[in-house]
């Protein structure tokens, strides 16, 4: 029995196995003596050479070109030396045509002596596309590591989104792509390439599509070819496969990727390729989205840090300044590039307690701080409090003030009533009613004392009531102004009123009490005498009322302050003037109130100007002078 074409110094064997195995060869196997006579001939052999077993079992095989006979023969030397061989050559169809073939040269031994050669046939074309294969594979495994170096650069979510499905169709030769988003029991269609711009955004019910399909399976990849019309990819023509591959985010499905075949069908290796990049999309996918909620946080921490009223500073472990806020810079009047990299210009406080601090441009300051476990950072929160704390020293000063300006009078009134009560009998006429003249003085003094007090602390409640309606000003200076001159013979007073002017709008009574406390201030401030001057005109829609006089004068830093309630320039002059510093306050409130405004500023040559402005009753005529 022969084996599918056996020599016969073989036809006595009845090894089944080594025939079925002969037999059933895809690559054609030609076993020679030692003089190159065929001894085995299989059926592959026969297909691929055109020639069949009995035609040329103990012959030589007319397969190699003449000039390949050198070549041919060199390599069964080298077989016979003990070195098998496998080289890519030319042999002859029984038609004449080149075969283009690869062919492994083995010894065929009996024993230990080298009896033939047994060489192995195959078509070289199957060693190029296994090659090409192998290195279509390696090209796209490097191209995928690119790709997921790329996508993972990029930390903005939509931008992450629309390279993985332009990579996707690079990837795995589809013709068109898309990553859509699990959204409960929604999916949308967030990204596409190469397919129309008007789908993105589309949204379709989880339930009915093919990632729910996708999800049923277990499975992280599938191909679909059935049912594709009713898909909104149906937009793509010639549409007639789908792969899916499912994008996972901290092991929960977080979307899938679709490519989208129309020219050609994926393989094994397009699977396997879109499987691997849906794997690295979830991971992309899951980096930008730490991202945008790390760049999300850090934003609404960014604008709470810089937001923020009160100053905050974070300092290192070593207590060295490392952030800023603006309003830090405010309060301070330090800016960043001054602090930062230093210790903070204050004294810290411990753990749960507080520091009041007072800053070298006069700013009072509480401060507290905080530390941040995980980091060793210290955060110090730090508000202005110099209102509050000036308001504590204006309400001591206003009690000591105030006790004093009452102690006065009262102690007058109480010792002239003493006096009229035990000595009545003893007194005079003419003492007795000095005494009692001196008491009713001082009474009224007590009671302009209450009446400040009580302005002063309705205009602080926004509780001043006025009457707003035309009256004549002029009329108001003049008698404001009649009895001046007989006060005090150290002092001029000189009224300049044009005729004509303006009535104004306001209340009148208001206007007198501002009016007074002008003048009583020129007065008290004047302490050595000289001109005191009023003067009234018309400007634009308002009227506008000066009191001069050649006093102390006001600081620049102090004449904003002096309309503050119980302030004064300074306490020297609290000492030197008397009262509790609501006169200012009270005016300024009263004008306010009526719709006008008071300011102080220096007097050309010295001394103080008070400015009142109230509005017009009428509109002002283009021909009326100005002053």
């Known amino acids: 029995m022969h084996y599918g074409g056996v020599g016969d110094q073989w036809a006595g064997s009845d090894d089944e196995i080594a025939r079925a195995a002969l037999a059933g060869s895809p690559n054609a196997v030609v076993a020679l003596d030692r003089d190159q006579s065929v001894l085995v001939w299989n059926a592959a052999a026969e297909q691929v050479f055109g020639w069949t077993a009995q035609e040329l079992l103990g012959r030589r095989a007319p397969i190699v070109p003449d000039e390949l006979s050198a070549e041919h023969n060199a390599a069964l030397e080298r077989v016979r030396t003990g070195e098998p061989v496998s080289l890519r050559t030319r042999r002859l169809h029984r038609d004449g045509t080149l075969l283009d073939l690869r062919v492994d040269i083995g010894a065929l031994r009996l024993g230990s002596a080298v009896a033939g050669y047994v060489c192995v046939y195959h078509p070289a074309m199957a060693d190029v596309l296994a090659r090409d294969r192998m290195a279509r594979r390696a090209r796209l495994v490097r191209r995928l590591t690119d790709v997921v170096g790329d996508i993972n650069s990029e930390l903005e979510l939509p931008a992450v989104l629309d390279r993985i499905s332009a990579s996707l169709t690079e990837l795995t030769g589809a013709d068109a792509g898309g990553f859509v988003l699990i959204e409960g029991d929604r999916l949308r269609l967030v990204s596409t390439y190469q397919l129309p711009d008007a789908i993105r955004g589309t949204t379709t019910d989880l339930r009915t599509s093919l990632v729910d399909k996708l999800l049923r399976t ?26 899916l591959g499912l994008a996972a985010v901290g092991g929960r499905p977080y979307g899938a990727l ?76 330090l800016p ?64 000591a003030t105030t006790s ?140 506008v009322v000066v009191v001069d006089d050649e006093g102390v004068g006001i600081a620049p830093p102090d004449r904003e302050r002096i309309f503050e309630r119980f302030v004064q320039v300074d306490s020297g002059d609290r000492r030197r003037f008397g009262g509790v510093g609501l006169g200012l306050y009270i005016v300024r409130s009263l004008a306010r109130a009526q719709g006008g405004d008071v300011s102080a500023h220096p007097r050309p040559g010295g001394g103080t100007r008070m400015r009142l402005v109230l509005r017009c009753a009428s509109p002002i005529r283009s021909d009326t002078p100005m002053r």
């Not at 149906?234 to 007639?240: N, S, T, V, Y």
């Not at 991202?291 to 472990?317: M, N, P, T």
């Not at 070593?318 to 603006?326: D, E, I, L, T």
């Not at 070298?360 to 401060?367: A, E, P």
């Open 218 to 243: 277990g499975k992280t990849v599938m191909l679909e070819s059935q049912g594709l019309d009713d898909l909104v990819w149906a937009r793509l023509r010639g549409l007639h496969t789908i792969a």
């Open 258 to 333: 679709y490519a989208l075949f129309a020219r050609s069908t994926p393989g094994h290796l397009e699977l396997e390729l879109l499987e691997l990049l849906a794997g690295h999309a979830g991971i992309a996918v899951g980096n930008a989205v730490a991202y945008q909620e790390a760049v999300r946080q850090r934003a609404h921490e960014r604008a709470v840090f810089d937001a923020s009223a009160d100053g905050i500073a974070v300092l290192d472990q070593a207590g060295r300044v490392v952030r800023w806020n603006p309003a830090a810079a405010g309060l301070t009047a």
């Open 336 to 399: 960043p590039e001054s602090v930062i990299g230093g210790p903070p210009p204050f004294p810290l406080p411990a753990a749960g307690e507080k520091v009041t601090f007072q800053m070298d441009n006069g700013r009072w300051l509480d401060v507290v701080s905080a530390q941040i476990e995980e980091t060793g950072e210290v955060v110090v929160d730090f508000r202005d409090v110099t209102a509050a704390k000036e308001l504590e020293e204006a309400k001591d000063l206003f009690l």
């Open 404 to 543: 004093h300006e009452l102690r006065t009078p009262i102690t007058i009134v109480r010792g002239f009533a003493g006096t009229l009560d035990a000595r009545w009998e003893k007194m005079s006429d003419l003492e007795r009613r000095a005494a009692v003249h001196t008491i009713a003085e001082r009474s009224r003094s007590l009671g302009e004392l209450m009446d400040h007090l009580l302005l002063g602390a309705r205009a602080g409640a926004d509780e001043l009531k006025v009457r707003i309606e035309a009256f004549d000003l002029a009329e108001r200076i003049d008698g404001a102004t009649l009895g001046l001159p007989v006060l005090s013979d150290r002092h001029r007073v000189e009224v300049d009123l044009p005729e004509g002017l303006p009535h104004v709008l306001g209340d009148a009574l208001a206007t007198d009490i501002v009016l007074g406390q002008l003048l009583e201030n020129a007065f008290k401030y004047s302490p050595d005498g000289g001109l005191i001057s009023v003067a009234a005109w018309p400007e634009d829609d308002n009227v």
